[in-house]
């Protein structure tokens, strides 16, 4: 079974570029969750989806920030425009039908530098 | 709020020591507990998890156990190896699909 993918595996920005990043989740998965993993930290959820409506988006910085999933499979996470404290690692997971306590699998993550 | 409390790292070990990495957590209802693996260059990977009081989660020679009387969740192994060199996370799962990771124990498995 093919695991979650990212894309692209870097990124290097300016501060004040915009930049975007994609995950496809596990094949039938339902729910897909973004999180944001600065260096030395744990993961802190940024948003999650339930196919393609929004379930918890309290964390997202939303005057940068910007994500969707519009057809309930792929999604795109967005930030414009970039800050410096933006540098981290973007963590996409999925979990297959958002019931209670689901184990949530992980992509390898977008690790973006702004400079 | 709910939250995860981990051992601060890094921890060195020299291959086929005894490893425990210390988790305990805050949580209202009943959370589960989940040990993730981050191996160099690579995402996160379960590699344990328990979801009620007294289960105990194990996988490639690693046990964590879940107790609800000290809110905790230590992994352990009994003899680690050079592979196991890696970042540690606990975490915790809410009813409402909230996961609350610790900030990560760095592992590194000397020969």
């Known amino acids: 079974e093919a695991g979650v993918a990212q894309s692209p595996r870097y990124k290097i920005i300016e501060k004040r570029q915009s930049v975007a990043f994609w995950c496809n989740p596990i094949?039938?998965?339902?729910?897909l969750y973004w999180y944001q993993q600065i260096l030395g930290q744990g993961p802190k959820l940024l948003i999650q989806f339930q196919n393609n409506g929004v379930v918890d988006d309290s964390q997202l910085p939303k005057d940068r920030f910007s994500a969707e999933r519009l057809k309930g499979v792929d999604s795109t996470l967005k930030i414009q425009p970039a800050k410096l404290e933006d540098s981290a690692v973007y963590l996409c997971?999925?979990?297959?039908?958002?019931?209670?306590?689901?184990?949530?699998?992980f992509g390898p993550g977008t690790r973006l530098l702004v400079l | 709020g709910d939250s995860v409390t981990q051992m601060e790292g890094p921890v060195t070990l020299s291959e086929e020591a005894f490893l425990t990495i210390n988790c305990t957590y805050t949580?209202?209802?009943?959370?589960?507990l989940f040990w993730y693996v981050q191996y160099p260059g690579e995402g996160l990977q379960l590699l344990l998890k328990a979801t009620k009081a007294d289960d105990k989660g194990s996988n490639k020679g690693f046990e964590a156990t879940y107790r609800k009387e000290t809110t905790s969740f230590h992994l352990e192994k009994g003899s680690v190896q050079v592979s196991d060199s890696a970042v540690y996370f606990c975490a915790l799962l809410t009813g409402a699909n909230n996961l609350f990771f610790g900030t990560g124990t760095r592992l590194t498995v000397i020969p």
């Open positions: 997971a999925s979990s297959p039908s958002g019931g209670s306590q689901e184990t949530q699998y």
């Open positions: 949580a209202t209802g009943y959370p589960s």
């Open positions: 094949s039938g998965h339902a729910t």
